[in-house]
């Protein structure tokens, strides 16, 4: 990985294109340093540290804490991925939303331009909600009874919060224009990236709110999770590159004077067909409700039947974790049946006169192709499960173990990590096509 860069390094229009991508973080993470006008957080920040595995310390770290710190860019590009989701959705299920998905470069930009409008309107609802957990938590400068104070700072607050969703989606999307690598994915690997300080502050810093500081177990459970992390990564670079091989045999046929086909080759399918996007998926679906909670958190009454409700999908809960594990398996079919068609790909194996060796073109291939990748589809589920559900389980059990305030809460979660090692494999990947294009030897050579 390495070794790609410095030689892209080396190529002057990549270079260009590196820097550009490196600007645009810059360009981020500042923004996700400059405080919204009148909102008045601690410089602890809105969520307790040790409380690594709730719901808003998801937010925040998926916005570098960003959301923390109630800054211009407190809800990142959250609100773009939400729309994003939504309308894949959709697409299967509004027939004209399908239509334009087929008809080609046109087509995609309008449900680009769709997209963004969802985006600012989710990212308006968001912001909405977020201002209502502020006021909820006296964390607004002006606290008096005066009402057109109140709607004038509401209105300021939400209308930086949706102008700085806005402004991360465009920034996104220049990266994509300019950059290298996807840009929604490059600005959220920027805000992961920025938290790992934070989460290794948690493990080994003073006393404070170090772990590691509190001695006894914790000398061998701190280094623990450094080494599961470093363990899952490489597990994550292994199930990316694992793939199911189908071999394929073409006949023979002349084209004019010369003879074509006549070799073996596969058709390679990856376990973890469907990447990141089930854990997505089921984390946008799992956060809603505790998106709902903010906006009624000031009359949830303890120990009442909606703090009961809301305390299901607390990622400390037993009951999130079996439906997170639930929703990652069934978003991975769900995915994977709107990216392969079988019946497809056993067509055009017929029409390029190939044919999977035992088994008769047509249906018979359809469905043979169809068993293969049910089973890796179940079997690629299962493995992002075990990464992204190991947060939530070791909680569990340490608190278990240890009693609910000894308990670990590890706040970068297996989602994170996904995220993270998948967008820096593809931007690998994108740097080395772009490198072999610029050093193609044609047929003069």
């Known amino acids: 990985m390495l070794q790609t860069l410095v030689n892209a390094w080396k190529i002057p229009d990549l270079r260009k294109k590196i820097m550009f991508t490196a600007f645009i973080v810059v360009l981020f993470r500042v923004g996700a340093n400059i405080p919204v006008p009148f909102v008045d957080i601690p410089s602890t920040g809105l969520i307790d540290p040790s ?7 998801y937010l925040s770290m998926m ?3 960003a959301f923390n710190y109630g800054t211009i860019f407190a809800l990142s590009i959250t609100p773009y991925i939400n729309s994003s989701i939504i309308i894949q959705l959709l697409t299967v299920a509004i027939p004209y939303l399908e239509r334009l998905s087929k008809e080609g470069e046109e087509g995609r930009k309008k449900i680009a331009k769709i997209t963004r409008y969802v985006t600012l309107a989710l990212g308006l609802l968001q912001s909405i909600a977020y201002f209502i957990y502020l006021n909820a938590k006296n964390f607004l400068l002006y606290t008096g009874d005066n009402t057109a104070t109140k709607v004038f700072q509401g209105v300021v607050v939400v209308a930086v919060l949706t102008a700085g969703t806005t402004l991360v989606m465009w920034l996104g999307e220049q990266i994509n224009a300019k950059g290298i690598g996807n840009g929604i994915s490059i600005i959220l690997f920027a805000g992961i990236i920025s938290r790992i300080p934070t989460e290794m502050t948690m493990l080994f810093g003073p006393e404070s709110g170090g772990y590691f500081s509190r001695g006894g177990i914790y000398y061998f459970l701190s280094p623990f999770v450094l080494v599961c992390y470093i363990l899952m990564i490489a597990y ?8 199911r091989r189908i071999p394929v045999q073409y006949a023979k046929r002349v084209v004019g004077r010369k003879m074509y086909g006549g070799q073996s080759t596969h058709i390679p399918i990856k376990v973890n067909m469907s990447g990141v996007m089930p854990v997505i998926f089921a984390s946008s679906i799992l956060s809603l409700p505790p998106t709902f909670e ?3 958190s000031s009359k949830i009454k303890e120990g009442g039947a909606l703090d009961k409700f809301f305390g299901l999908f607390d990622p400390t809960n037993w009951f999130y974790c079996i439906i997170y594990f639930v929703l990652i398996i069934f978003f991975a079919y769900f995915y994977a049946a709107i ?30 192709i169809q068993k293969i990748i049910s089973r890796i589809i179940l079997l690629g589920a299962l493995l992002l499960s075990v ?26 979660g297996g989602t994170s990590i996904i995220i993270m090692v998948g967008v820096a494999l593809e931007t690998v990947k994108q740097l080395e096509s772009q490198m072999m294009l610029r050093h193609y030897k044609g047929f003069l050579d």
Do not use: C
């Not at 990216?339 to 790909?345: D, G, R, S």
């Open 236 to 243: 994550i670079v292994w199930m990316d590159n694992a793939e």
């Open 339 to 368: 990216q392969y068609n079988p019946t497809e790909m056993a067509n055009n194996i017929r029409s390029n006169s190939g044919t999977i060796p035992g088994l008769r073109p047509g249906k018979p291939t359809a469905l043979y």
């Open 63 to 65: 916005t570098g804490e």
């Open 51 to 57: 409380s690594g595995t709730t719901f808003l310390n």
């Open 294 to 296: 903010l906006f009624f």
């Open 387 to 412: 990464v992204a559900l190991f947060p939530n389980l070791f909680s569990l059990i340490t608190g278990l173990v240890l009693g609910k305030e000894g308990g670990m809460n590890i706040s970068l």
